[in-house]
C-alpha cells in the first residue's frame, strides 16, 4: 500500500511539474478543443497551418540547441564581459549580448544562455544586489532585440511567413522601436548601476573549432530558410540529419512545446475565424486601433497567440507586427521568455520574488508605455 501511494505521488509531482512547465500548451490544447466543438475537424483544419513557420523554428531551435551543447554562446559571451572591469560596464555588456543573441537566435534561447552567465558574473565578484536589475534588463533586451529580426522572436517568424512581409520592408518597420529600445536600456542601466570596480577570473574555455564551423553553416541553412533563399522542405531535411550524426541531443533539446503550442493556436486560431461574431467583434476592435488593441491583447494571452489569432482578422502587419513585439513588455505572462526569466531567478534568489516581480512590473511596463506612445505617434 506505501509502495503505491509513493508511485502514485510520484506520478502527481510529474504531473505537476509537467503542468507547471507547460502551461501555455496546455492552454492551447483546451482552447483547440473547445473550438474543435464549435467547428468540428473538416478539409479546411489543414490550411491553419503554417509549415514554413513550424520548420523554420524547429530548424533554428534545433542549430542553437547544438551550439549551446558546445558553450559557444556562452563562452563568447565570458570572453567579452572579461575585459571589463567595472560593473555598469559588464551589465550593459550582458545586456547587449542578450539583445544581440536574441536577432540571432531567439529571445527564450537567448535568455537560457546568457542568463546564468549574468548569475555567475554578479554571484563571483559579490554583486548580488543588481542581480534583479540585470536580470530584467536582460528579459526586456531579449524581448525587444528580438524584434527587428524575423527569426528574433516567434511570432515575428509567424507574421512574416503568413503575409509574406518583404525583408527592407520588415527591418524598417522594427527598427525606430528597436532603437528607442536601445537607447531606454542603456539609460536605465547607465542610472540604477553604479560605476564600481569587477574582477571576473575565470577565463573562457576553448571551443571545438570544427564542430563550431560545421553548427555555423547549418545555422546559415536555417537563416536561408527564414529569409526565402532555399526551399524549407531542403533544410529540413539537412539540418535534422546533419545533427543526427554529430549531435542527437541536441535534436531531443528542441523546445517542442513550444512547437505544439504554435500547432494547437495554429487550430483555435482557424477555428475562431471562422466564426461569424468572433470575426466581427475582433476585425472592428482591430479597425478602431490594431497597434493598441494588439499590445494590449499580449498582456492577457501573450505575444504568439495574440499573433496567431489576431492576425486572422486583420490585413495591418504593419501595426500588428509593432504590437505583438512591444506588447512582449508588460505583465510576465506578456512573453513566454519573462516566465523563463522569472524562473530562473527564483532558481537563484527565492527570498526576493516579491521584490523581484514588483520591479519587474514597474520596468516592464514603463517601456510598453513609452514604446507605445512612440509607436502611435509615428504610425
Known amino acids: 500500500m506505501n509502495f503505491e501511494l509513493i508511485k502514485m505521488q510520484g506520478v502527481k509531482a510529474q504531473v505537476k511539474h509537467f503542468v507547471k512547465e507547460n502551461t501555455v500548451l496546455i492552454i492551447a490544447i483546451i482552447a483547440a478543443l473547445v473550438t474543435s466543438f464549435i467547428i468540428p475537424p473538416d478539409k479546411e483544419y489543414i490550411g491553419y497551418f503554417d509549415f514554413k513557420t513550424l520548420a523554420c523554428l524547429f530548424s ?90 524575423p527569426f528574433g522572436n516567434p511570432q515575428n517568424l509567424y507574421l512574416y ?38 574582477e571576473i577570473e575565470e577565463k573562457a574555455a576553448g571551443l571545438p573549432i570544427g564542430r563550431v564551423i560545421i553548427y555555423l553553416a547549418l545555422f546559415a541553412v536555417a537563416i536561408l530558410m527564414v529569409f526565402r533563399f532555399m526551399p524549407y522542405q531542403i533544410g529540413l531535411i539537412i539540418i535534422p540529419l546533419a545533427l543526427l550524426f554529430l549531435d542527437r541531443q541536441a535534436l531531443l533539446q528542441v523546445d517542442y512545446g513550444l512547437l505544439f503550442t504554435f500547432v494547437f493556436f495554429f487550430i483555435f486560431a482557424g477555428n475562431m475565424g471562422r466564426i461569424d461574431a468572433v470575426r466581427d467583434f475582433f476585425s472592428y476592435l482591430l479597425n478602431i486601433n490594431t497597434l493598441v488593441f494588439s499590445a494590449m491583447s499580449c498582456q492577457v494571452i ?78
Open 60 to 149: 533554428v531551435l534545433a542549430v542553437v540547441c547544438a551550439l549551446r551543447n558546445i558553450r559557444f554562446f556562452y563562452t563568447l559571451a565570458k570572453a567579452i564581459v572579461r575585459k571589463f572591469r567595472n560593473a555598469r560596464i559588464a551589465i550593459l555588456a550582458l545586456v547587449y549580448i542578450t539583445f544581440i543573441g536574441s536577432m540571432l537566435i531567439a529571445n527564450d534561447m537567448a535568455l537560457l544562455t546568457f542568463l546564468p552567465l549574468g548569475y555567475f558574473i554578479l554571484h563571483t565578484t559579490k554583486k548580488e544586489k543588481y542581480m534583479a536589475f540585470a536580470f530584467i534588463m536582460q528579459n526586456i533586451a531579449a524581448n525587444l532585440g528580438g524584434m527587428l529580426t
Open 302 to 379: 501573450s505575444n504568439v497567440p495574440s499573433a496567431i489569432l489576431l492576425s486572422q482578422f486583420t490585413d495591418n502587419y504593419r501595426e500588428l507586427l509593432l504590437g505583438v513585439n512591444i506588447g512582449g513588455a508588460g505583465t510576465l505572462i506578456a512573453s513566454l521568455a519573462s516566465l523563463i526569466t522569472f524562473k530562473e531567478y527564483t532558481k537563484q534568489d527565492p527570498k526576493h520574488t516579491v521584490s523581484y516581480l514588483v520591479k519587474f512590473t514597474a520596468f516592464n511596463f514603463a517601456f510598453l508605455i513609452v514604446l507605445t506612445a512612440f509607436c502611435w505617434l509615428i504610425k
Open 161 to 198: 511567413s503568413k503575409f509574406n512581409i518583404p525583408d527592407g520592408e520588415f527591418i524598417s518597420i522594427m527598427f525606430p522601436p528597436f532603437l528607442v529600445a536601445i537607447i531606454l536600456i542603456t539609460v536605465c542601466c547607465l542610472i540604477f548601476v553604479k560605476s564600481e570596480p569587477l
